[in-house]
């Protein structure tokens, strides 16, 4: 009896132990960040996502890349996240950009810009309008006489039955 209640306790002090280190461990994680879309077009709007580093409601984020502070709020999973927009003049290449936390540091993360932002698909009627086709009016009014014709004689057999 004396020898199962030392393994159990054994077991739960080592139990406790890897519990704490675990938390100590995801105390001291590094932060990570996301810049969405990747590469970020100039003139665009971007998605700045970090995880980690910061027990703040709040972080913001700054660089010479963006038109100006970007407030980061705190959601689910622990993860800040904001919209900002890159400056248009920005030429394509590495920017640095740093995320505050207030009461904590600041860490420094580096982002892409890639070229400049397309147009998109060109889109409309393209070749499915072109001039008038005399035929296929013609064959549209036949078709609404014989659509008409059929339910006047629907309605003259339906009036007979009555």
């Known amino acids: 009896m004396h020898r199962i209640a030392t393994v159990l306790a054994t077991t739960a002090l ?5 519990g704490a280190g675990a938390s100590a ?8 960040l996301s810049v969405t879309p990747s590469p970020a077009v100039a ?3 971007v998605v700045i996502s ?4 910061c027990t703040a409601p709040s972080a913001s984020a700054t660089s010479e890349a963006l038109t100006g502070k970007v407030e980061l709020s705190t959601g689910s999973a622990g993860i800040y996240a904001g919209t900002g927009t890159v400056k248009p003049t920005v030429k394509p290449g590495t920017y640095m950009i740093n995320v505050a936390c207030p009461g904590g540091g600041t860490s420094t993360f580096q982002f892409t810009v890639g070229g400049t932002a397309t147009k998109g698909a060109q889109t409309g009627l393209g070749g499915s ?3 008038v086709n005399t035929g296929q009016i013609v064959g549209g009014i036949a078709l609404l006489g014989v659509a ?3 339910v006047v004689m629907l309605r003259r057999r339906q009036a007979g039955n009555n």
């Open 14 to 18: 080592a139990t406790v132990a890897i």
């Open 25 to 32: 461990a995801f105390a001291d994680e590094q932060p990570t």
């Open 43 to 45: 003139g665009a709007s």
């Open 50 to 53: 970090v995880k980690g580093g």
């Open 129 to 131: 309008v072109g001039g």
């Open 148 to 150: 008409a014709g059929g």
